[in-house]
């Protein structure tokens, strides 16, 4: 079992940066931010592999770095350029020994 604790998020206006924690109980291998805004399906924003490859949505590209340190067992977002758009309830996503476990999320507003 891996406990998930995501921390960061916040109230920022348009321009603004944030960066999100997400805290594993224990060593991950994959992990993955997702968003969730009010209506809309939950989407990935970025994710890491094991040996560091990421990837990108399209909508976040250029603005949104994702990094681990695997000493602490944590996953890392940061978030430039905000948007009102980018306003959503993030959560972690991380495997361990093929078993997936989700974050209780952290919210991220940006005001316009």
């Known amino acids: 079992q891996v406990q998930l604790v995501e921390s960061g998020g916040g109230l920022v206006q348009a321009g603004g940066s944030l960066r999100l924690s997400c805290a594993a109980s224990r060593s991950i291998g994959y992990g993955a931010w997702y968003r969730q805004a009010p209506g809309k399906q939950r989407e990935m924003v970025a994710d890491?592999?094991?040996?560091?490859?990421?990837n990108y949505a399209a909508s976040v590209k250029g603005r949104f770095t994702i990094s681990r340190d695997n000493a602490k067992n944590t996953v890392y977002l940061q978030m430039n350029s905000l948007k009102a758009e980018d306003t959503a309830v993030y959560l972690c996503?991380?495997?361990?020994?093929?078993?997936?476990?989700w974050g209780q999320g952290t919210q991220v507003t940006v005001s316009s």
């Open positions: 890491i592999t094991s040996s560091g490859t990421t």
């Open positions: 996503n991380a495997e361990r020994f093929r078993m997936y476990y």
